[in-house]
């Protein structure tokens, strides 16, 4: 029995577009909504597992009744076809999003790829958490 790594920490997802106002004093303003930069390292041929925790601006966890996940590998962003695809299973009240990958998947995937992982609100609102470089180290042992 293999336990699940450390949860990661997201950024803090609104339930509702977040509405800011701005004062601007000088000549430039930055407005940052990008998700977690989290780049995964994996040995191809293995299980994959990792938990993500959503937290509300007060740092309690996210109520995620009603949401989807949805998490994919892609050879590069501008892709269409997904080379693999987590599953992904919210976890309600505790504010988690479990990512997981088949060993089937991983051996499949080539040496460096991009991924991504998004969340649905019950009202249609789409919320990248994280995303970063998949990285496969190839494996000898062949099952």
């Known amino acids: 029995m293999s336990t699940l790594p450390a949860p990661i920490r997201s950024r803090a997802a609104p339930a509702t ?3 800011v ?3 601007v004093i000088g000549t430039t303003t930055n407005i940052t ?3 977690v ?8 041929g293995d299980d994959f597992a990792m938990v993500v925790n959503v937290k509300n601006p007060d740092s309690t966890n ?11 590998i892609k050879a590069r962003t501008s892709d269409t076809t997904a080379l693999a695809t987590f599953t ?3 976890g309600g009240t505790a504010g988690t ?14 040496a460096s790829s991009v991924y991504d992982c998004q969340m649905k609100s019950a009202g249609g609102l789409i919320t990248t958490l994280i995303a970063g470089v998949v990285t496969i180290t190839a494996q ?4």
């Open 97 to 110: 999003i479990t990512m997981t990958l088949t060993n089937a998947a991983t051996a499949t995937l080539p």
């Open 33 to 35: 909504a990008l998700p």
């Open 17 to 19: 577009p977040p509405h």
């Open 37 to 44: 930069q989290v780049n995964l390292s994996l040995y191809a």
């Open 62 to 72: 996210m109520d995620l009744t009603g949401y989807t996940a949805t998490a994919q």
């Open 140 to 143: 000898v042992t062949t099952p």
């Open 88 to 90: 992904c299973t919210p």
């Open 21 to 23: 106002e701005l004062e």
